[in-house]
């Protein structure tokens, strides 16, 4: 690869590392804190958001590397549990 | 005005996440925690520090105008006698040697419960509070 597309693409996935964090990471904690104040709404409310943003960083990084769905692309080879549990 | 309860701990939030900060907020509020203020960049915090001089400073790392690593060492050189608290999404195993070579006091990683940031506060500014 290209030094410069190499350092592009760190750049990029650098990005979408903090990305994470910054949504995903940080709602999910706020959200646990909510849960522990007993604020139930709250947590709700910053779990709906954290998905949203979430679908939304999935959703740029399939159209960055132009995933082609086609019949068979979604097929995983390993399913993991909602909760962690593989 | 509340009158400020001359036992409690003097803390400043220092995170972008607004939620985050509420809930810091209202949690250490109700365990002798006074929270003297909130800052939503680094270069805020470190504005506040040097204004209270707090008995110890939330942390977060990833932050807008001045990230966490570039203000610890600003809030030591301010406030050596405060404590400062690295409260981050980031893994531990990544950021807490770099944010404890410049000058944090302890690195928690977000996820950790209200009960356990509020014990560590105590832990490492004083001895806790008798509960009645």
Request: hydrophobic residues 45%.
């Amino acid at each position: 690869m290209h030094p410069e597309r190499g350092n592009a693409a760190r750049d990029r996935l650098e990005e979408y590392a903090f990305a994470l964090n910054d949504s995903i990471v940080q709602g999910l904690a706020a959200a646990k804190m909510a849960l522990e104040m007993e604020e139930v709404a709250r947590a709700r409310s910053m779990i709906n958001q954290t998905l949203q943003r979430a679908q939304e960083i999935i959703a740029d990084l399939m159209n960055e590397v132009g995933t082609d769905i086609r019949p068979g692309s979604l097929v995983r080879t390993e399913r993991e549990d909602a909760g962690g549990n593989a | 005005m509340a009158t400020p309860d001359p036992d409690a701990l003097r803390v400043l939030i220092a995170d972008d996440a607004a939620d985050i900060r509420l809930l810091l907020r209202m949690y250490l509020s109700g365990s002798k925690l006074d929270v003297i203020g909130e800052a939503a960049n680094g270069k805020d915090a470190v504005t506040l520090v040097t204004a209270h001089r707090p008995d110890a400073v939330i942390l977060d790392l990833s932050m807008p105008v001045m990230d966490g690593l570039e203000a610890i060492p600003l809030i030591k050189e301010a406030s050596p006698e405060t404590k400062i608290v690295v409260l981050s999404g980031f893994e531990a195993e990544r950021m807490a040697e770099a944010a404890l070579e410049l000058g944090a006091d302890r690195y928690l990683q977000k996820g950790v419960s209200l009960g356990e940031i509020s014990q560590m506060l105590w832990d490492l500014c004083r001895v806790a509070p008798t509960i009645e």
